[in-house]
């Protein structure tokens, strides 16, 4: 059974780093074609995907993101690690990570997810 | 801002059947993944590819594609198909980017 669970801060402060990390098991990242991802939904929003990291530690970022994502991999721990930097309060967010099957171009299954609030 | 544009919102009448619709031009190159997201849980897998339905979802969900539009289709709705539904594809840059549709609510009346 392949699950995932995100875990990192509830509150951050504006102009903080966030670092989130998704802890799964049921796979191995380490395994040809398994990738990761992180996905976002403010609340009452729509989701918005925001990086990706492959068994060959490729990563990929959303555009309009890249200058503040940072994602990682550790598979001895079966742990990825998104870090986003210079946080506002349009950041704040319910954090999901999930796993992506190279080639099939869907996301599941998705963590349970965290929430993020960024204020003063 | 989203590049898969969505209808905001849709009923059903209990039994009936309703068709979801995707647009974006990304779905000329890659099929639509679907998601099923009920208040408070994270979203679910319920159709992707050209024509393929995750273990344990009810044969009821299916999928489509035409030109720049994807559709799921649930056909005889059940109360609890009443959720939120999105949809997904690569990014129409592709190299592993990915985009999500604007959302569709979906109210079983």
């Known amino acids: 059974q392949v699950t995932l669970r995100e875990s990192g801060p509830a509150l951050v402060k504006p102009t903080q780093t966030l670092t989130l990390t998704c802890t799964f098991s049921g796979f191995s990242l380490s395994t040809s074609g398994m990738c990761v991802s992180w996905i976002r939904q403010p609340p009452g929003k729509a989701l918005e995907w925001l990086a990706l990291?492959?068994?060959?530690?490729?990563?990929y970022y959303n555009t309009s993101l890249k200058t503040r994502l940072t994602i990682s991999k550790d598979t001895s721990k079966n742990q990825v690690v998104l870090t986003m930097t210079n946080l506002d309060p349009v950041d704040t967010a319910t954090y999901y990570c999930?796993?992506?099957?190279?080639?099939?171009?869907?996301?599941?299954?998705w963590g349970q997810g965290t929430l993020v609030t960024v204020s003063s | 801002s989203s590049e898969l544009t969505q209808d905001p919102a849709v009923s059903v009448a209990l039994g009936q059947t309703v068709r979801i619709t995707c647009q974006g031009d990304?779905?000329?190159?890659?099929?639509a993944s679907w998601y099923q997201q009920k208040p408070g849980q994270a979203p679910l897998l319920v159709f992707y590819g050209k024509d393929k339905r995750p273990s344990g979802i009810p044969d009821r969900f299916s999928g489509s594609s035409s030109g720049n539009t994807a559709s799921l289709t649930i056909t005889g709705a059940q109360a609890e198909d009443e959720a939120d539904y999105y949809c997904n594809s690569r990014h129409i840059s592709g190299n592993h980017h990915y985009v999500f549709g604007t959302g569709t609510k979906v109210t079983v009346i």
């Open positions: 990291i492959d068994w060959d530690d490729d990563k």
């Open positions: 990304s779905l000329r190159s890659y099929y």
């Open positions: 999930a796993r992506m099957t190279y080639g099939s171009g869907s996301f599941d299954p």
